[in-house]
């Protein structure tokens, strides 16, 4: 089965770290391009990091830059995003994203078509 599992989210105190992750089944991420997104209710769905292929160049967004980490370990089929100082406005449901081999990072959520469940990041005191 093609697929993304998203990983690794959890309650965490503001100033705090997590480590999220991104498992590919059915298909070898070493040729994608994987977004990370965040999403919270009434709001459209925001990118925050993506990693190209190939080289892996990383992209932020302005609000996550410094603070998020995005990496690729091909050999594990494995995509991550360190989040460190994190804020409760970074509160949201995370996903991972793939718009189809070849393509490169895009920050529109509406190009990409394959989609994790998501895992919830709560920052809270």
């Known amino acids: 089965q093609v697929q993304l599992v998203e990983s690794g989210g959890g309650l965490v105190q503001p100033g705090g770290s997590l480590r999220l992750s991104c498992a590919a089944s059915g298909f070898t991420l070493d040729s994608y391009a994987i977004g990370w997104f965040r999403q919270v209710p009434g709001k459209e769905r925001e990118r925050v990091a993506c990693?190209?292929?190939?080289?892996?160049?990383?992209h932020y967004s302005d609000s996550v830059k410094g603070r998020f980490a995005i990496s690729r370990d091909n050999a594990k089929n494995m995509v991550y995003l360190g989040l460190k100082s994190l804020k409760p406005e970074d509160t949201a449901v995370y996903y991972c994203a793939t718009r189809g081999s070849g393509y490169g990072c895009n920050v529109s959520h509406n190009v990409y078509d394959m989609w994790g469940q998501g895992t919830q990041v709560t920052v809270s005191s």
């Open positions: 990693i190209s292929s190939g080289v892996g160049t990383a």
